[in-house]
T-cell receptor
Framework: QKEVEQNSGPLSVPEGAIASLNCTYS??????FFWYRQYSGKSPELIMF????GDKEDGRFTAQLNKASQYVSLLIRDSQPSDSATYLC???????????FGGGTRLMVKP | GAVVSQHPSRVICKSGTSVKIECRSL??????MFWYRQFPKKSLMLMAT?????????EQGVEKDKFLINHASLTLSTLTVTSAHPEDSSFYIC????????????FGPGTRLTVL
């Protein structure tokens, strides 16, 4: 079983719609979770992190965490074509501060 | 966010040569840096954790004698791929950790290594 799982996609949404990206993790001791965006051929860029149950909003992005269900999600409102990228979910390991990454979800926002 | 640089951005070398990749945190001190490898259309795989002034901790399956890591200062870590072979061709990315309270990792731009 993979430690952090994401649907590989592609997830296709029309411009202006809400894109919903999901992630599950297996390490119950993980406390912090991160969403990164990676454009093709580039390195990941941190979008948001979350460590408390509930929602955290930053501009068009909302991260949601449910530790009981071991589930993390990222909502992107008013999706733009420039949001088209691979979104990586990462969980901080309970033993040490290393991150375990999911396989990523490819998002395509169509004009 | 904090800025991490990597050099070189791209390198092509012959099989059997060694390649050194530098990772620098430009506007913060990173007591911990991480080295990742990413194959095409795959996710990031952690290779090793590098702490300033101490030996790196390697993930299972990563050969420490092949991938030499040095973290000489709070702003510089280097990865040397020794006796590179074509199967080592990959995208190598480093990250620096911001420290408490959230330990965010900020990534360098990556180094694309092609071994002929």
């Amino acid at each position: 079983q993979k430690e952090v799982e994401q649907n590989s996609g592609p997830l296709s949404v029309p411009e202006g719609a809400i894109a919903s990206l999901n992630c599950t993790y297996s390490d119950r001791g993980s406390q912090s979770f991160f969403w990164y965006r990676q454009y093709s051929g580039k390195s990941p860029e941190l979008i948001m992190f979350i460590y408390s149950n509930g929602d955290k909003e930053d501009g068009r992005f909302t991260a949601q965490l449910n530790k009981a269900s071991q589930y993390v999600s990222l909502l992107i409102r008013d999706s733009q074509p420039s949001d088209s990228a691979t979104y990586l979910c990462a969980a901080e390991r309970s033993a040490g501060n290393m991150l375990t990454f999911g396989g990523g979800t490819r998002l395509m926002v169509k004009p | 966010g904090a800025v991490v640089s990597q050099h070189p951005s791209r390198v092509i070398c012959k099989s059997g040569t060694s390649v050194k990749i530098e990772c620098r945190s430009l506007d913060f001190q990173a007591t911990t840096m991480f080295w990742y490898r990413q194959f095409p259309k795959k996710s990031l795989m952690l290779m090793a954790t590098s702490n300033e002034g101490s030996k790196a901790t390697y993930e299972q399956g990563v050969e420490k004698d092949k991938f030499l890591i040095n973290h000489a200062s709070l702003t510089l870590s280097t990865l040397t791929v020794t006796s590179a072979h074509p199967e080592d061709s990959s995208f190598y990315i480093c990250s620096g950790e911001s420290g408490l309270p959230y330990n965010e990792q900020f990534f360098g731009p990556g180094t694309r290594l092609t071994v002929l």
